[in-house]
């Protein structure tokens, strides 16, 4: 089935079953690979884009539901002030998890300006990482809003 | 079609290993280094390459799994190349025997040593590139070598000639390389110990640029799904892929040696195809395992004597004549390494050659058992290792660049990409061994300990990865985190019993010292709490200061441990305000240990509610892991072995059910989230002394962490929790 929607601010046509999730429409039919797969079961956050400017797991997202809607990736965000943060923090490890987590933190600062700590932890609690880098994410998150 | 069963793979890993007493099997230097390079660039040795516009790229032999390798190494080379460490391309190498890692006899990253290892060969051989290309332009100008030198990747001679390295490489490329490399003195690094160095890889990571194993895609590629047995040891008897291979997109449905694979155009129709397919299990030699039986087992095998690996005085004796004693047994549970990068590998086996893209901790092996799976040679095995989403010592294991190389084969030779779901990733994990360790403690009217018995119960790694290093039922790793035993005890006797339990252990970062310090920094609070005793200054009044040597630990020095643990534990204690009052139901606890020639103590501070629920407020460390190369990233892995060993303490354990690992995602094997990560971490470093080499990393805190946590929590509530995890369903039932 042929579906149109906006990719990083280009229209895209896809030619795929309706129940197949976002994410491996990204990753495999448009080759958009930042986005990962850590856990097809939006447990882990690995796979958090924008919809409509909302932070979503695209693992759990039908790509049939989202016909004519914008998403953002990694890959379309233009050098942010989180991404900035997180270059000057130097908060990635592994880096696998950190597409997500850097989506999950551009949501955060775009509602809500001045996060306290339960904000962010409200926040980022749906974004595993497994090497352990939450403190520079929460410091980062932190400097980034003071940029703004 | 052929497959190689999982006893003929361990069976093959054996052999590789056996043959060279560590595991060195045969390898092949890529050819002459200068034929390696491809055009328009030279290479004076295996770890430096100088395009003829001069961009130098340095090659990273150690896997990046988040650790910084893909900065630290190139730090190393550069800072003594002299070349602009920010301007550097970093690439990873291919398997060969020049990249060795001497700490462990493979190209293997791994047992905190990458820094290690690398801390002389590394400046080596970029003073040693440095001087072929002073030599190459002495030669070239025809001036003596004394008359040129190198200035931030150029080469200046007399009369203001001036040379790139770009220039000057390819003849550097054929010349010999000098046997005499000195290397500058630690007070004139520029870049080595920079705090402010950034890493390398940050800026593509926040863009989502590098490519990881999971992001390989090569021409013609397809995606395949997998169904393995869920039971463990299982095997497919037979199946029905009927409605499977009539799903969109699907190319083949092929049986491999662990399961049914489904090939198809993309990963979605290879996974929907694939849980259409009806698989007749053979439940295979472990059916209807299941924790009781295992918990019984180790028990049984408790009871024997068990290899002994440390022995002093008579502690039997001591024990006996003891004023007081103190006995506990900790059993400890198997986690799941579960990095967030799911297992997988991109293989391409056609008649004469395979071509392996993978994230892996052991590229050296993969060509041995992707030939032993293929029908080819190990030579014929070409590859490639991508970035590593995590790796905590799961991908030392090569079973998933098997598993895709043989689906490869048997869909026809076409280029696949295998893909595990975190379901896959979980259940079919080596795990870190359950384990039951038993320490009693004789005290004198004092409280000192006058003996102590240590006995321990566990799976052996080793003798299933690499036989030959277990000796005399004692496997090296299975005693780490023990035998460097720092208490100055005149008797002690400390024993090893290997017991198989029929689920797959595997090294999990910081592996033995895990289960052994956990246990023993316990225990020994335990001790001070029946002596009426301060944790800390119990253990001050009773550190072996003599200078000694363990002989089982191979990647400690080993030597003058005890005045290092002595300056870790008064620091300790005055930066983390130890002794001060807290509020009610808050508590600190204390632990410290020596692992990797770094010695690391901790101060945790916990608040536990009424329900037994755990937060984690503050950790206080105190590390002497010499010079760092990267502090910054040092400081990152000390963050990173909290966080992970906060995981396993607090959370972690893996059961098994009907021959099944019960817990296949992140719903059921919790790990640390955002909110659960402490607010307040302060690592303090401890001065190096002149001359001391670094330590590693990597793993140690990941150990120590956890018993600081469980003294926290028995200073808190007055609960000795001795069943791990530490969950409010075990402290209250302590």
Same mark, same amino acid.
Request: with cysteine; glycine share 16%.
């Given at each position: 089935m042929k579906i149109t929607f906006n990719v990083n601010g280009k229209n895209q046509t896809v030619d795929v079953a309706?129940?197949?999730?976002l994410l491996w429409v990204l990753r495999d039919?448009?080759?958009?690979?930042?986005t990962k797969f850590g856990?097809?079961?939006?447990?882990?956050?690995?796979?958090t884009v924008h919809l409509n400017n909302m932070a979503i797991r695209s693992c759990q997202t039908?790509? /049939?539901?989202?016909?004519?809607q914008r998403v953002t990736t990694?890959? /379309?965000?233009?050098?942010?002030n989180v991404q900035k943060a997180w270059i000057a923090l130097d908060?990635?490890?592994?880096?696998?998890?950190q597409p997500g987590q850097i989506m999950s933190a551009t949501a955060l600062l775009a509602a809500n300006k001045n996060p306290s700590d339960s904000d962010i932890d409200a926040a980022m609690s749906g974004n595993i990482c497994r090497c352990g880098t939450y403190p520079r994410i929460r410091a980062a998150i932190k400097a980034a809003a003071r940029m703004a | 079609m052929e497959n190689i069963s999982n006893q003929s793979r361990r069976d093959f890993i054996k052999a590789s290993a056996a043959?060279?007493?560590?595991?060195?099997v045969g390898f092949h230097l890529p050819g002459k280094l200068a034929q390696a390079a491809e055009a328009g660039h030279a290479m004076p040795n295996a770890w430096i390459k100088v395009s003829a516009d001069n961009q130098v790229t340095i090659l990273v032999a150690?896997?990046?799994?988040?650790?910084g390798v893909a900065t630290s190494m190139p730090m190393l080379v550069a800072e003594e190349l002299d070349v602009d460490i920010n301007k550097v391309k970093v690439e990873f190498a291919p398997p060969a025997?020049?990249?060795?890692?001497s700490l462990l006899g493979g190209q293997i990253t791994g047992g905190s040593t990458s820094v290690r290892d690398a801390w002389e060969k590394l400046r080596k051989a970029g003073a040693s590139a440095r001087m072929l290309l002073v030599a190459a332009a002495a030669q070239e100008w025809g001036?003596?070598? /004394?008359q040129v030198r190198a200035e931030n990747g150029n080469l200046v001679g007399p009369g203001g000639k001036r040379m790139s390295y770009g220039m000057a490489a390819p003849k550097a490329a054929q010349m010999e390389p000098p046997k005499d490399v000195p290397l500058k003195p630690?007070?004139?690094?520029?870049?080595?110990?920079?705090?402010?160095q950034k890493r390398l890889d940050t800026p593509q990571k926040v863009k989502g640029e590098p490519t990881f194993g999971i992001d390989t895609r090569v021409p013609g590629m397809l995606y395949a799904a997998v169904a393995m047995?869920?039971?463990?040891g299982g095997k497919a008897k037979a199946y029905d892929d009927s409605r499977a291979k009539n799903m969109?997109?699907?190319?083949a449905v092929v049986q491999y040696s662990r399961g049914v694979a489904v090939v198809a155009d993309s990963y979605w129709q290879a996974k929907k195809a694939k849980d259409l397919l009806e698989i007749d299990w053979d439940?295979?030699?472990?059916?209807?395992?299941n924790m009781q039986k295992i918990w019984a087992g180790l028990r049984d095998a408790s009871k024997q004597p068990g290899a002994v690996f440390r022995e002093a005085g008579d502690a039997d004796s001591a024990l006996s004549g003891a004023a007081k004693t103190v006995t506990s047994t900790y059993q400890l549970p198997f986690l799941s390494h579960s990095p967030m990068e799911p297992q997988n590998t991109t293989a391409h086996v056609t008649a004469d050659k395979a071509v392996i893209i993978t994230p892996t901790?052991?590229?050296?092996?993969i060509p041995h058992v992707v030939a032993g799976a293929t029908g080819?040679?190990?030579?014929q095995v070409q590859v490639t290792t991508t970035y590593l989403g995590g790796g905590f010592g799961r991908r030392v294991e090569v079973d998933y660049a098997i598993d895709a190389a043989e689906i490869s084969k048997a869909a026809g030779g076409v280029p696949v990409k295998m893909v595990w779901s975190r379901e896959d990733d979980m259940t079919h994990d080596s795990y870190r061994p359950a384990g039951l360790y038993t320490l009693t403690a004789g005290l004198d009217?004092?409280?000192?300990?006058t003996g102590v018995r240590f006995h321990s119960t566990s799976p052996s790694i080793s003798a299933r990865?690499?036989?030959?290093?277990?000796k005399d039922g004692i496997d090296p790793f299975a005693v780490e985190g023990i035998d460097n035993f720092p208490y100055a005890v005149g008797n002690i006797k400390f024993t090893y019993q290997m017991h198989d339990s029929g689920v797959t252990p595997g090294y999990w970062r910081a592996v033995s010292h895990n289960l052994n310090a956990v246990a023993l920094e316990c225990f020994i609070d335990e001790c001070a709490n029946a002596a009426g005793k301060d944790p800390i200054a119990y253990r001050l009044a009773q550190i072996d200061m003599a200078e000694s040597k363990h002989a089982?630990?191979?990647?400690?020095?080993?030597?003058?441990v005890g005045p290092r643990i002595k300056a870790a534990l008064e620091m300790v204690r005055d930066k983390s305000g130890w002794g001060t009052p807290l509020a009610r139901g808050k508590g600190r606890g204390v632990a410290v240990m020596e692992g990797y020639n770094t010695v690391i103590a901790i101060v945790a501070e916990v608040t536990v509610s009424a329900?037994?629920?755990?937060?984690?407020d503050r950790v206080v460390a105190v590390v002497?892991?010499?010079?760092?190369?990267?502090p910054d990233q040092a400081l990152a892995q000390m963050e990173s072995c909290i966080n992970y060993g906060q995981s396993a303490c607090m959370f972690g354990e893996i059961t098994i059910k009907d021959n099944a690992v019960q817990q296949n995602n992140f719903d059921m094997y919790r790990v640390v989230r955002m909110e659960e990560s402490p607010k307040i971490i302060e690592i303090h470093w401890v001065k190096p002394a002149a001359n001391q080499p670094p330590g590693g990393l990597g793993e140690p805190g990941t150990a120590v962490v956890q018993p600081a946590i469980a003294n926290a929590i028995f200073a808190a509530t007055g609960k000795r929790v001795?069943?791990?995890?530490?969950?409010p369903e075990n402290i209250r039932a302590s």
């Open positions: 309706p129940d197949t999730p039919s448009l080759g958009l690979v930042g856990c097809g079961k939006a447990l882990c956050g690995a796979c039908p790509v /049939g539901s989202i016909a004519g990694i890959e /379309g965000l233009k050098m942010n908060v990635p490890q592994c880096g696998y998890c | 043959a060279g007493g560590a595991l060195v150690r896997s990046e799994m988040g650790q025997e020049v990249y060795i890692n001036v003596d070598a /004394g630690a007070s004139s690094f520029k870049i080595v110990g920079n705090a402010k047995s869920p039971y463990l969109p997109g699907v190319k439940e295979g030699p472990n059916a209807g395992m901790q052991f590229q050296q092996l080819l040679k190990p030579e009217s004092g409280g000192k300990m990865l690499f036989p030959s290093i277990v089982w630990s191979g990647l400690s020095a080993g030597v003058s329900n037994y629920d755990v937060a984690l002497d892991a010499g010079p760092l190369v990267h001795r069943t791990l995890p530490l969950t």
